[in-house]
C-alpha cells in the first residue's frame, strides 16, 4: 500500500532551546530565510506524501499561520507590482491539516491524536527538530524499505556512545548493509545500550500502533513514549532499523542548529540567489 499520509508532531515545549522558543516554535527556527519545519514538510512531499496532519500546541498558532494563505499580503504585493516575491510565498504542495495536543504527555501522546486521520493506512512520521542533508530524503529510503517488507521500519542512525542515553536505541540482528532487524527497543539507556544504533527521527509505521500507544503508560520523563508502544507491537509485528544515509542536525541542539547554518550559508545556489 501506497504511504500517503504523514503526522509530523510540533507540539513539545522545546525546553532545550529556551528563552527564545517561549515564544518561538523551534520548528519555526529560520533556516536561509524558510523555518525548519518548511523543510520536513518539503521532505515529506518530495517522498511521496500527500496528506500531512501538523500537531502543534496552544501557543504554536505560528505554524498554523505560515502555511495558510495570506491573501492581504499576496494582494499587496500583486498591486504594487511585486509579482515576483509572490512565489516566495508558495509552499510545498500538500494537504495539510492541524490538531491541537492539549498538553504536552510527549511524543506517543501526540502522535494518538492522529488516529482519525490515519484511519487504517501504514503512515509516515517525521520529527520536524532533526533535519537531514542528503540527495535521497530519508523518509524516501525508509519507504523504500517498507515497500519491499511491507512492516514497521524506524530511521536509525549510528551514534557516539556517551550520547546513546539521549535516544531511543534499537536492539538488533543485522541484515544487510544499513538494514537490521529490530529485536528490541529502549527509550534513552542509562546504562548499556543495545547497540549504537539510535532511533532518529522518521519511521513508517503500521496503523496497529494506535491500539499500542493507547495501551501505554508514561515512561522515560513521564511521557506517553512512541518507544513503548514500539517495544510492544515488536512482539506482533516485524519492524526494520533502517541506517538513514546523510548528515543529521537536531535544531533543539544549539550546537547543530549553528552547524546547519554554517552549512546551508556556504550553499551557492542559495548564496547566488541572494
Ligand atoms: P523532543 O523531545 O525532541 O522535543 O520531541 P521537545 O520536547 O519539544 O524539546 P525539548 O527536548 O524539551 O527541548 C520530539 C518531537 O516531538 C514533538 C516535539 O515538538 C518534537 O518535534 N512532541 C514532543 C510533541 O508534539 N508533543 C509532546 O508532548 C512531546
Known sequence: MKIKKAIIPA????TRSLPIT?????????????PAIHYVVEEAVASGIEEILIVVSRNKNMIIDYFDRS???????AETNKHHLLEK???????IQFVRQPYAKGLGDALELGKPFINEEPFAVL?????????EQSLKQLIKVYEKFNSNVIGVQKVKKELLKNYGVIKEKNISTRLHEVVGIVEKPQTAPPSNLAVVGRYVLHPDIFSFL???KPGVGGEIQLTDALKEMLKERNCYGYEVSGERYDIGSHKDYYKLLKKMNNDKDYLDEL
Open 89 to 95: 510565498l508558495s509552499v510545498p504542495e500538500a494537504h
Open 71 to 77: 491573501l492581504e499580503l499576496e494582494t499587496f504585493l
Open 214 to 216: 493507547m495501551k501505554t
Open 127 to 135: 520529527l520536524p527538530d532533526d533535519l537531514f542533508i542528503e540527495k
Open 22 to 34: 517561549k515564544v518561538l516554535p523551534k520548528e519555526m527556527f529560520p533556516i536561509n530565510g524558510k
Open 11 to 14: 507540539a513539545g515545549y522545546g
